[in-house]
Nanobody, 114 residues
Framework: QVQFVESGGGLVQAGGSLRLSCVAS???????MGWYRQAPGKQRDLVAG???????NYAASVKGRFTISRDNAKNIAYLQMSGLKLEDTAVYYC?????????WGQGTQVTVSS
């Protein structure tokens, strides 16, 4: 089974930057990948995606501030976040763009302070 391990989260001041990493086992990133987030009391939503061809898409709330990328050789996906806002506070997860419940990892916490 595919396993995803997210890292790179932490506490950051508003306006700051973080880079999240997602290491996958059991796959070579031949499928599209996405970063998702879930804030307290809210559903888990896709914030950034990257296709097998390298095309990217972003939720309107993060467009221009977040950049998704991937290194297929290393089985790693990244999310570079800048200009962080309080509302970006959430647990961030990676998964396929067509996710299956069994593939969700523990996520990494991002907390933005004022």
């Amino acid at each position: 089974q595919v396993q995803f391990v997210e890292s790179g989260g932490g506490l950051v001041q508003a306006g700051g930057s973080l880079r999240l990493s997602c290491v996958a086992s059991g796959t070579r990133y031949i499928s599209g990948m996405g970063w998702y987030r879930q804030a307290p009391g809210k559903q888990r939503d896709l914030v950034a995606g990257i296709t097998t061809g390298g095309n990217t898409n972003y939720a309107a709330s993060v467009k221009g501030r977040f950049t998704i990328s991937r290194d297929n050789a290393k089985n790693i996906a990244y999310l570079q976040m800048s200009g962080l806002k309080l509302e970006d506070t959430a647990v961030y997860y990676c998964n396929f763009l067509n996710p299956l419940d069994r593939n969700w990892g523990q996520g990494t916490q991002v907390t933005v302070s004022s």
